[in-house]
C-alpha cells in the first residue's frame, strides 16, 4: 500500500475524461487499495483516479466514518436516475481549502462495476448521493468549482490563488 500524489487545481489532468477500465486484475486492485489508503490520510469521503493522475473510471468513496465504514470501490460509475435538489457545502482534495454550496440532486441511482468486473446497482441519497455526484464528475473531467455560477466561479480563483500563496509561505 502507499500514498499517492494528489493532483490539485489547475492541473490539466483535473480537466481531463477518464477512460473506461477493461481489465479487473491485481493492478486495477492495487490501484484501488493505494486509493482508499491515500482518500482516508487525507482525510476524504472520496477520491477518483484522475485526482492521483490516472486516467481511468475508478473512484472510491467512504461516507460512513471511523465507526463503520462503508467502503464502495466502483468502477466505471454511472448515474441512472436522480431526483431532487440538494445545495450542500462540498469542498474537494483536488481543490484544497476551498469551499462552496453546490447545487445537485438529492438522489440518484448509479451502476458501477465492482473490482472483479460485476455489475452493482445502488441507490444513494444525503452525503453518498453527493459523492457519487462528485467524484462521477471528476471523471468527466469536471471540479465542483466547475458547477458555480460565473460571479462565484470569479470569486473562487481569487480567493484560491490567496489560499494558494499562504499554503506555500507555510512550506
Request: with cysteine; proline share 4%; glycine share 6%.
Given at each position: 500500500?502507499?500514498?499517492?500524489?494528489?493532483?490539485?487545481?489547475?492541473?490539466?489532468?483535473?480537466?481531463?475524461?477518464?477512460?473506461?477500465?477493461?481489465?479487473?486484475?491485481?493492478t486495477?486492485?492495487?490501484?484501488?487499495?493505494?486509493?482508499?489508503?491515500?482518500?482516508y490520510?487525507?482525510?476524504?469521503?472520496?477520491?477518483?483516479?484522475p485526482?492521483?493522475?490516472?486516467?481511468?473510471?475508478?473512484?472510491?468513496?467512504?461516507?460512513?466514518?471511523?465507526?463503520?465504514?462503508?467502503?464502495?470501490?466502483?468502477?466505471n460509475?454511472?448515474?441512472?436516475?436522480?431526483?431532487?435538489?440538494?445545495?450542500?457545502?462540498?469542498?474537494?482534495?483536488?481543490?484544497?481549502?476551498?469551499?462552496?454550496?453546490?447545487?445537485?440532486?438529492a438522489?440518484?441511482?448509479?451502476?458501477?462495476?465492482?473490482?472483479?468486473?460485476?455489475?452493482?446497482?445502488?441507490?444513494?441519497?444525503?452525503?453518498?448521493?453527493?459523492?457519487?455526484?462528485?467524484?462521477?464528475?471528476?471523471?468527466?473531467?469536471k471540479?465542483?468549482?466547475?458547477?458555480?455560477?460565473?460571479?462565484?466561479?470569479?470569486?473562487?480563483?481569487?480567493?484560491y490563488?490567496?489560499?494558494?500563496?499562504?499554503?506555500?509561505?507555510?512550506?
Amino acid at each position: 500500500m502507499a500514498l499517492l500524489r494528489m493532483r490539485h487545481y489547475p492541473d490539466p489532468v483535473l480537466s481531463s475524461v477518464a477512460e473506461a477500465v477493461t481489465e479487473f486484475d491485481d493492478t486495477l486492485r492495487t490501484l484501488a487499495t493505494d486509493m482508499v489508503e491515500t482518500m482516508y490520510a487525507a482525510p476524504g469521503v472520496g477520491l477518483a483516479a484522475p485526482q492521483i493522475g490516472v486516467l481511468k473510471r475508478l473512484v472510491v468513496i467512504d461516507c460512513g466514518g471511523e465507526e463503520e465504514p462503508e467502503l464502495i470501490e466502483a468502477v466505471n460509475p454511472e448515474i441512472l436516475e436522480r431526483d431532487g435538489e440538494s445545495y450542500e457545502e462540498e469542498g474537494c482534495l483536488s481543490v484544497p481549502g476551498y469551499y462552496a454550496q453546490v447545487k445537485r440532486s438529492a438522489w440518484v441511482r448509479v451502476r458501477y462495476q465492482n473490482l472483479h468486473g460485476e455489475m452493482v446497482e445502488q441507490e444513494a441519497e444525503g452525503l453518498l448521493a453527493v459523492c457519487f455526484q462528485h467524484e462521477i464528475d471528476h471523471l468527466e473531467g469536471k471540479l465542483f468549482v466547475d458547477r458555480l455560477s460565473s460571479l462565484k466561479k470569479s470569486l473562487f480563483r481569487k480567493k484560491y490563488k490567496k489560499i494558494m500563496e499562504q499554503q506555500q509561505e507555510q512550506l
